[in-house]
């Protein structure tokens, strides 16, 4: 069964940006910014993932939020194809169906936790390792 579900938890990049349509909606654009699990080297390396809504309650509650907010986003993750036929550029998303504010700051990827598996949110958000991706198709 097919499955396209995309929850994140982390930091509002910068400032939200809207962008009227032709057909008289606008989408709003933002970035989430996500930790990964420490680098060997001690580094921590974090993802810029691109969000977007063309709901505007969901866009209202993003707007409200300043950079380096946490925030907690779910949708589903889209491709874009823009430009011409010669040229297409193809984009990954996620298309936002439910946006809310952060209030727990999540544990750091490494740290230990006090709470036993399962018992806390914020340890949920501590990344679990994958042993390897199944090829689909």
Known sequence: ??????????RLSASVEEHPLPSGDTVTKWRVIVRRRRHRRGAAL???????????????????LQPRDYLEVAGALRCR????SAAKIWRYEVEVSAARP????PA???APTDQPEGGD?????????VASLAAIG
Not at 3 to 9: G, I, P, Q, R, Y
Not at 121 to 129: M, N
Request: proline share 10%; charged share 25%.
């Open 1 to 10: 069964m097919d499955k396209n579900e995309v929850t994140l938890v982390g």
């Open 46 to 64: 974090t993802d810029s993932v691109p969000c977007v809504t063309f709901d505007p309650d969901i866009a209202a509650v993003v707007r409200g």
């Open 81 to 84: 194809v823009f430009g011409p």
């Open 102 to 105: 952060y209030e727990a700051e």
């Open 108 to 110: 750091e990827p490494d």
């Open 121 to 129: 949110l914020t340890a949920a958000l501590v990344p679990r390792q």
